[in-house]
C-alpha cells in the first residue's frame, strides 16, 4: 500500500472530524491540538510527531505507527487502535478506553510497556506482597525512575 503525504498550514489544517485516511503520512509533524475526531486513519504513519493535545476520540486508528511520538494530554477516548504500533518517545496523562478493539496485536513500545505496568502501583495494592512482585517484573530502577517521573510529571 503506498502512502500519501499530508501537506498542512498551521493552525488551520489540524482539523480532521470525520475525515477517512488510507496509509497517509502525518510523520514529523507539529499535530499539537489536531482534531482527528471519528476520523478512519487506517495504517497511517504518525512516526516522530508532535500529538500533544490531539484528539482521536472515536477515531480508528487501525495499524496506525506512532513510533517516536509526543504524546502528552493525547486522547484516544472509544478509540481503536488495534493492530498500532504504540511506541511514543514520551508519554504523559494520555486518555485511553480499555476495550479489546483498544489493545488487539498492538505492538508497544518499552516506554509504553513500562509506563502501563507502572500505574497499578499508584494505587493502594490490595496486599503489599503482590506490589512489590510487580516492582521486581519492572526492575527497581525501572520502578525508582518512573516514580521520579511520575512525580514530577516529566515525561
Known amino acids: 500500500m503506498s502512502t500519501t503525504t499530508v501537506e498542512l498550514k498551521r493552525p488551520i489544517d489540524c482539523r480532521f472530524t470525520n475525515k477517512k485516511f488510507f496509509a497517509v503520512d502525518f510523520s514529523n509533524m507539529d499535530l499539537n491540538n489536531a482534531d482527528f475526531r471519528s476520523c478512519t486513519l487506517h495504517e497511517c504513519n504518525f512516526e516522530n510527531s508532535d500529538l500533544t493535545k490531539a484528539v482521536f476520540k472515536g477515531a480508528n486508528c487501525y495499524g496506525a505507527n506512532f513510533k517516536g511520538t509526543i504524546m502528552h494530554r493525547t486522547n484516544f477516548e472509544d478509540a481503536i487502535l488495534s493492530r498500532s504500533v504504540f511506541d511514543p518517545k514520551r508519554i504523559f496523562g494520555v486518555t485511553i478506553t480499555m476495550t479489546c478493539d483498544t489493545f488487539e496485536k498492538v505492538k508497544i513500545g518499552r516506554t509504553a510497556w513500562l509506563y502501563w505496568l507502572f500505574m ?33 510529571a516529566i515525561i
Not at 123 to 140: N, S, V
Not at 142 to 152: C, Q, T
Open 120 to 152: 497499578p502501583l499508584l494505587m493502594e495494592a490490595p496486599d503489599k506482597e503482590i506490589a512489590e512482585r510487580l516492582i521486581t517484573a519492572i526492575g527497581k530502577d525501572n520502578y525508582e525512575a518512573l516514580s521520579r517521573v511520575f512525580k514530577e
